[in-house]
């Protein structure tokens, strides 16, 4: 049974919103049950009660999209009959409660479950079926599975027998030499070996480690088939490669729908996960941060993450795009003015943006676009911590933390005079680094399934992408960045005719960029030849990923084996992991 919310309270029909503030306040309940002679009558959640404040004695709004199910028939509702779902013992009694998009997740996340235990009696089946005879055994020797191909096997027993038992002891015995296991527990590698067994038969053995992400091994899957009479071995051998490949990916592919989810920014990469953890530190103190990064990385989503993070969270985040405010109005937006100070100045004067940010956090978007004029008061702001309005006479104190982004390199500007050299270093004293999405590319995958959800609550469908689709969008480099996916995730969904949205469409979007966008295959500089064949083949490769869609095609269009061209796709991404290590 998935985790339900407890987090609730029940209070008498009617009930004010004051009085529903001090039972949130008191109980630090997140939804409110009302009740009227017995029966619930309406729910209201904190988002509902935020909308409610200063209402004071007004009776309280209440929402009544609900329902209440028993515990047990919980898997039986469809997400979109409510808002809330309240969740009764047998005794009739609320033990907890969940909302649309939570309640959607748990069928979501049950769906999947039994995805997974269908897939695994595939690949029993499929296991069963192959000539080989089949051994899963764990990181001690220790055999865990085996085919069922045993009338004939090469053991001289039935194989049932051998479950639990150790390989390692079985080869001390005698029943074959020299043993594959050992060796690929030596070697940590794939092991291909002609083992005999005790009745003197040739028996080819292909070993293959499985990893666990730390690099830590887990199982080694073991391909046995007697090889005496055989004389032509290659096919075989290159399906039984196949055959470990696919575990392996299948494996991979359940371990990857994991990502995590942390003030709306969504990353599953090692590298995002870094910047996550400096941002939990840098919430905890007051100092300027200033954010580096390309357009459309989602600087403006860090920032927030940071403010919502810290002791100000309570308090106003006010955001600014330094370049898309004509610079003669730029200065009175950010200080605002007295009354009277300019032609066409309201009577009343004007707050600007570091009043309304008091005691809260001011993001300044585009920094480097300031003009040098009025760095020199954005300056005296951040030293002094006081303003003075246009017009003004009188410096007016505020308590504002700064954090500026900028997509440009400010220490070069600096040097060109573009930009004051005492901003910079006032604005440098925690200047983070956000990657770009090309060095992150874990985080395609989770994104791409954010904005599906996003945009299919937005449009009210239920549109997914195939499997092609989603290694187009790995495969693609995203010069455009975080931004840029969801255009294309948008874009795709609203032009896609049915509900599964294919590399077809895809194509159509990404196609007439990925020429102009792909960097081509030259050389301008000298490089170590080993250095230009990887780079040759790493955009090669990833050119007919966009163009093919699938792994299939693309082996088949560059003439390589589908396993060979598996191994360098995965080379490919394990050196961009390593290139966006510090």
């Known amino acids: 049974m998935a985790a339900i919310y407890d987090d609730f309270v029940i209070v008498e029909h009617p009930v004010t919103v004051e009085e529903a503030l001090k039972q949130v306040h008191s109980s630090g309940a997140r939804l409110l049950v009302v009740r009227s002679r017995g029966e619930i009558v309406g729910v209201c959640d904190a988002h509902g009660l935020l909308l409610q404040l200063g209402k004071g004695t007004t009776e309280l709004a209440c929402s009544e999209s609900f329902a209440v199910v028993d515990e047990e028939a919980l898997f039986q509702q469809r997400p979109d009959q409510a808002s809330f779902w309240l969740i009764q013992n047998e005794r009739g009694e609320i033990i907890g409660w969940l909302d649309a998009v939570t309640m959607e997740n748990v069928l979501m996340k049950r769906k999947l479950s039994q ?107 073991i391909a046995s088939r007697d090889i005496t009479e055989v004389t032509e071995l290659k096919n075989e051998l290159q399906r039984a490669k196949s055959l470990t490949q696919k575990y392996k990916e299948e494996i991979d592919e359940l371990r990857n729908h994991q990502f995590v989810a942390v003030n709306e920014v969504i990353y599953r990469s090692e590298a995002m996960a870094r910047v996550m953890e400096q941002v939990k530190r840098i919430a905890l103190v007051e100092s300027t941060v200033i954010l580096y990064g390309e357009s459309g990385v989602g600087k403006e989503l860090i920032a927030n993450a940071i403010h919502n993070s810290s002791a100000r969270r309570e308090k106003p985040f006010v955001k600014i795009n330094c370049g898309a405010i004509p610079e003669n109005l730029l200065e009175s937006e950010l200080f605002g003015y007295e009354k009277g100070a300019f032609s066409g100045a309201s009577l009343q004067g004007k707050k600007g943006l570091f009043e309304l940010a008091h005691e809260g956090t001011l993001f300044l978007d585009e920094i480097a676009e300031m003009p040098l004029n009025l760095q020199v008061k954005l300056l005296r702001a951040l030293q002094e911590r006081e303003i003075l309005k246009v017009g003004g006479t009188r410096p007016i104190p505020v308590d504002v933390r700064i954090i500026a982004a900028t997509n440009k390199n400010l220490e070069e500007m600096v040097q060109r005079g573009q930009f004051r050299e005492d901003l910079y270093y006032r604005l440098h004293v925690i200047p983070l680094y956000i990657p770009a999405l090309r060095e992150r590319i874990e985080d395609v995958e989770p994104l791409v399934y954010a904005f599906l959800e996003k945009f299919n609550k937005k449009f009210s469908t239920r549109k997914y992408f195939s499997e092609d689709a989603i290694d187009m969008l790995n495969a693609y480099h995203w010069p455009g960045n975080v931004r840029q996916l969801q255009n294309v995730i948008e874009r795709a969904m609203v032009i896609s005719p049915g509900n599964l949205i294919t590399a077809n469409e895809l194509t159509s979007i990404l196609s007439h960029r990925a020429e102009k966008d792909q960097p081509p295959v030259q050389v301008n500089r000298i490089i170590p030849l080993k250095e230009a064949v990887e780079l040759t083949e790493s955009q090669l490769i990833q050119l007919a990923l966009a163009k093919y869609k699938t792994i299939t095609k693309v082996a088949e269009v560059l003439e390589v084996s589908q396993p060979t061209l598996s191994r360098r796709f995965q080379k490919i991404s394990r050196n961009r992991k390593q290139e966006t290590k510090p």
């Open 115 to 221: 995805d997974v235990t269908e897939l695994t009696k595939d690949l029993e089946a499929i296991v069963d079926s192959i000539y080989d005879e089949i051994l899963v055994v764990d990181a001690t020797g220790t055999i865990l599975r085996v085919s069922n191909r045993s009338a004939n096997n090469l053991w001289g027993v039935h194989l049932s027998t051998v479950v639990g038992k150790n390989i390692l002891d079985l080869e001390e015995k005698g029943w074959f030499k020299p043993s594959v296991t050992r060796k690929v527990l030596e070697e940590k590698r794939k092991i291909s070996i002609v083992q005999q067994n005790r009745f003197g038969r040739k028996i080819l053995a292909v070993g293959n480690p499985i990893f666990n992400k730390k690099r830590q091994l887990e199982r080694i899957v």
